[in-house]
C-alpha cells in the first residue's frame, strides 16, 4: 500500500507566492527525489537528497531531507507560470525501487 | 539523443482483450519500471527489472506481466483487460548504479478498457 503521504494535495496560489508542500512516512527512506509532473508528460526529477539534514537548492526550488529520515520538504519562491504541474515526493525503500507520494497539483493565477 | 519511448500512446480496448504496451530505451540502461498512475494514487509499481531475463513483482502486479528478453525492452501485458486497467501507464528505467539512481521517465500510454 502507499508508504508516503504528500500534502496538500492540491494548491491554488497567486502568480509570485511561495509554495510549500511535504511528505511524511513511517518508514525510513535512504533518498529523498522531488519530481515534477507536466501535462501529458512523464515525471522529471527536480532535486535529489542523499543525506539527512542536507538541504538542496535548485533555483527557485529549495528542498531539505528530514532528520529523522521519514519526510522531506520542497518549497519554491517567488513562483511562475510555468511552475503548473503536479510535484511528487518520492523515495528508495529498498534496492532499485522507488516509492511515490500521491502528488500535489500546483495551480498558479496569473 | 539517448531516450526512452513508449507506444501507443492512447490505446482503446474492449474488456477481455490482450493488450501490449511497449517501453524501449536507448540508455543501455539495466533497470527498467513499469508504473501506473491514477487519480488519488500517485504513482504505483506494477513490475520492474534489474537485467536481461529478470523480472521482479511491484505493488500492482495483479493481471500484468513483463518479459526482459534484451536491455534495451520492457514490454508490460495485460492478459485479459479489465476496466479497472483503464490508466496511465509510465515505463521508467535507471542505471542500476545503486539505490540513488535517478529514474527516466517516458511520456506515457494512456489506456482505456470499456
Known amino acids: 500500500g502507499q508508504q508516503l503521504n504528500q500534502s496538500p494535495q492540491s494548491m491554488f496560489i497567486q502568480e509570485g507566492e511561495d509554495v510549500s508542500m511535504n511528505c511524511t512516512s513511517s518508514?525510513?527512506?535512504?533518498?529523498w527525489l522531488w519530481y515534477k509532473q507536466d501535462p501529458g508528460e512523464g515525471p522529471v526529477l527536480l532535486i535529489a537528497?542523499?543525506?539527512?539534514?542536507e538541504l538542496t537548492s535548485n533555483g527557485r526550488l529549495t528542498a531539505q531531507f528530514g532528520i529523522t529520515r521519514k519526510d522531506s520538504f520542497l518549497n519554491i519562491s517567488a513562483s511562475i507560470p510555468s511552475d503548473v504541474g503536479i510535484y511528487f515526493c518520492?523515495?528508495?525503500?529498498?534496492?532499485?525501487?522507488?516509492?511515490f507520494g500521491q502528488g500535489t497539483r500546483l495551480t498558479i493565477n496569473p | 539523443d539517448a531516450e526512452i519511448t513508449q507506444s501507443p500512446r492512447h490505446k482503446i480496448t474492449e474488456t477481455g482483450r490482450q493488450v501490449t504496451l511497449a517501453c524501449h530505451q536507448t540508455?543501455?540502461?539495466?533497470?527498467m519500471f513499469w508504473y501506473r498512475q491514477d487519480l488519488g494514487h500517485g504513482l504505483r509499481l506494477i513490475h520492474y527489472?534489474?537485467?536481461?531475463?529478470?523480472?521482479n513483482k511491484g505493488e500492482v502486479s495483479d493481471g500484468y506481466s513483463v518479459s526482459r528478453s534484451n536491455t534495451e525492452d520492457l514490454p508490460l501485458t495485460l492478459e485479459s483487460a479489465a476496466s479497472s486497467q483503464t490508466s496511465v501507464y509510465f515505463c521508467?528505467?535507471?542505471?542500476?548504479?545503486?539505490?540513488?539512481?535517478?529514474?527516466?521517465f517516458g511520456e506515457g500510454s494512456r489506456l482505456t478498457v470499456l
Open positions: 537528497l542523499y543525506k539527512a539534514g
Open positions: 518520492a523515495g528508495y525503500l529498498g534496492a532499485q525501487k522507488l516509492v
Open positions: 527489472s534489474y537485467g536481461v531475463q529478470d523480472t
Open positions: 540508455w543501455n540502461h539495466n533497470n
Open positions: 521508467a528505467s535507471s542505471p542500476g548504479t545503486g539505490v540513488t539512481g535517478e529514474l527516466f
Open positions: 518508514s525510513i527512506f535512504n533518498t
